[in-house]
DNA sequence: ACTATTTTTTTCGAGCCTCGAATTAAAGGG
DNA sequence: CCCTTTAATTCGAGGCTCGAAAAAAATAGT
């Protein structure tokens, strides 16, 4: 809430509308006496809120899972989120690869669908095209009791703009400026997000494991490119313009390496996937990069890197010195904070973290001097998918079934 | 507002008061009807509201001060906050400088004092005892009208941590952890915000320049350390436990000059006044620097630099690279912003300009490539000064009188 | 079988809030 | 001296949350 905002009375049944829906969401199965003890609002008010819910249909009452029996008074009855109220549609987009999910309201997978698409020859329509074919087999597939398609949630490799769903631009694909949220908006007649797949990570590990993704820290994926999710003050951070926080493209080196992105001396140059075989076959560090890194090979150097101390060992150390740089800055911008890395330079932790940890050391210097978490997730798509998700459904539950106004409900307008 | 908060009816006054008190803080002298104008509450809210600040003293009816006259109608009635309803301190606290001033709660200087104190000699305790000998003066010699003192705000040339109101670490002394916040609160049983002097220079920025500094920019310190003070979402941006965006120690050239925080490579190393003097008399870069440095002999090194291509203009040019390279770091993580320059550094922009634009050129990349824009400010006391000043008053507006519950109201509590 | 007990959930009134409409207040114009 | 115009307040309607009381729905005991 800001500072020149102004606030009017339905505005608190709308928060705690939210408050309710995120803890059914957070557990799954509550009762009205549960869901008092977890928030904190009067039973008084959960009946009313939850009288509300129920009769649009967002929420219902799930009879067969009665949460406790055999006890004495009258029994709870279980309140859940109603899978049918809506569906919500994932679409990721990757290196040669597009992949579209449906989930209905309470986060179960309907459908899915992955397609093989040569991006990087691929111009925008021809994108979008195939994106609208999986969606519209996916919707067509899906049973007749799935509630109607409400949200699209877009994770790509590219720095995105949040609040036009654009990307900008995006490594697997020449062309720029790319509407897919005009598009699919209109198309579907629904909202769309369009985020940086690495902001979709952080939201999945978040949600997974809150206890230790909490208010503030950071998924740096490390694959086809160097990208980075941040979380601060337990809010996702999107740039002040754009998209996501782009570490990889932080510097590293004043005019060193030619970075895919043009400019020269990026953490990326150094550390990506691309840099490290650009390294190891020999090429000079200002050549211009592969567009496209096989995991076969890549395994390869890996695999020479720990078997014998020659050039492929050497540049996953540069690659460790390189994050470590970059991890050293953004820790003094923003306090030492828990990091996960995540994809393929997360299967060849083992190369770079000694180079990692010994230029980052040090940082924590005045505060708390803790040691830095680095956890590692090799496979990033699954977490890429349940962040889209997650964007879905969150959006659902605070913008969508958070307003009051029964009137223009959802549900209501489905009909 | 977040998602685990409970909202209750009363929040909504809270609110709404904040926004009529940011509204008259913002335009001095407002009637009712420019207040409905200016924050769209309805005339009956904005009555309700107002005679409440009234019947608590924060408000008054300013019947000299009339807006508009010899027009038809009823006269509009000016309302204003009422100075004599709080008094408020600031203390900067900066190398041999302690400077405490007192402001009412319209904003308008009261009293101040200069003190001068070795501080690198001085002990925790001398400085909270020349603090406390100056504030015991200047609230001692007030005028009797004055309210009662109601919060005090430090900005300190060191790392802080404003949870706690304490000053982790600063190179004007040589002691650590100085909880001023607990020993002043306890003295003058008010509230104490201690705070990196930056964030206080972005605090006056904003408030005086809200066009140019609006929701997201930077103001960068130069002087005898270099700092950073951060808006980002139009909220300050505090670091995820400790302070300030230590921007002068992120890292520029791994293993290269020696900090005065003891590692190695820090921007600062290479930028700052004491950076600039190691490296023009001839010492090497990983010489222990001077603690204190000489503003004459500065700008005389400076000049020096103005006139002939030497040693002196090289030192210089390395400075404009060394905080080109953490800008476009910076804008890499966060999008190009708006930039204040602020210290003596800001005086010798022409001298770094070059190649400080020089190493982030290219930073815009994907998004609209706009121009940077760099403001420079040499004196950075007037901005520490308002900004200490601006965040006592806002304190005061949202935190203290913004409760609707008029029991505990402060003048209540005063009396 | 029937009542007492226990626990959950709903209902109802009090006390907040904002807002629109009507009313009162306070000037200038003719 | 009345009319017009603008400012500010008052009042009722419709929200909201909450506490207390009532209703609902089970078990336990006789």
């Known amino acids: 809430m800001f500072l020149d905002e102004i606030a009017r009375p339905d505005d608190v049944r709308r928060q705690n509308r939210r408050l309710v829906l995120a803890t059914l ?29 129920i009769s649009e249909g967002i929420i219902a009452e799930s009879r067969d899972g009665d949460i406790i029996a055999n006890r004495r008074g009258r029994p709870q009855v279980a309140l859940t989120l109603n899978p049918a109220v809506a569906t919500v549609a994932t679409v990721e987009l990757a290196l040669n690869l597009v992949h579209a999910v449906l989930f209905d309201y309470k986060g179960q997978m309907i459908a899915e669908e992955f397609h093989r698409v040569s991006t990087l020859d691929a111009k925008s329509d021809d994108l979008i095209h195939s994106i609208c074919l999986m969606l519209d087999n996916l919707l067509e597939s899906r049973p007749s009791n799935a509630g109607p398609l409400m949200h699209i949630s877009m994770g790509v490799q590219g720095v995105t703009d949040a609040a036009r769903a654009t990307m900008l631009w995006s490594p697997i694909t020449p062309d720029i400026n790319i509407a897919f949220g005009e598009v699919l908006s209109k198309r579907y007649d629904v909202t769309v997000a369009v985020a940086n797949d690495c902001n979709m990570i952080a939201e999945a590990l978040r949600w997974t494991d809150p206890e230790h993704y909490a208010e503030d820290f950071a998924a740096i994926l490390l694959s086809h490119g160097i990208g980075m999710g941040l979380y ?13 926080a782009e570490f ?4 590293h080196v004043p005019n060193g390496a030619l970075c895919r992105c043009g400019r020269h001396g990026c953490i990326e140059a150094y550390a990506s996937d691309y840099a490290i075989l650009r390294r190891t076959s020999g090429q000079d560090e200002k050549d211009q990069p592969a567009q496209d890194v096989d ?15 020659g050039e492929e060992r050497a540049a996953f150390r540069k690659a460790g010195q390189a994050i470590g740089s970059g991890l050293r800055s953004l820790f003094s911008l923003i306090d030492p904070i828990p990091v996960a890395l995540v994809g393929s330079g997360a299967a060849v932790f083992d190369l770079i973290e000694d180079d990692l940890r010994d230029i980052v050391s040090g940082t924590s210097g005045w505060g708390a001097a803790q ?14 998918l349940q962040g889209c998700m997650m964007t879905s459904l969150l959006h659902l539950d605070t913008q969508v079934f958070a307003p009051g106004d029964a009137g223009d409900t959802p549900i209501k307008r489905a009909i």
Do not use: W
């Open 295 to 309: 995991p076969a090979i890549y395994d390869e150097v890996a695999n020479r890197a720990r078997t014998r101390d």
């Open 248 to 251: 990889g493209h932080m510097l």
């Open 371 to 384: 040691e830095l978490s680095i956890r590692c997730y090799p496979d990033e798509h699954p977490l890429i």
């Open 25 to 53: 969401r957070r557990h799954g199965l509550l009762s009205r006496t549960d869901i008092v003890a977890q928030t904190g609002l009067s039973p008084s008010t959960v009946s009313a809120i939850t009288t509300a819910l």
């Open 232 to 244: 601060l003050k337990g809010k996702p951070f999107l740039g002040a313009h754009s998209s996501a």
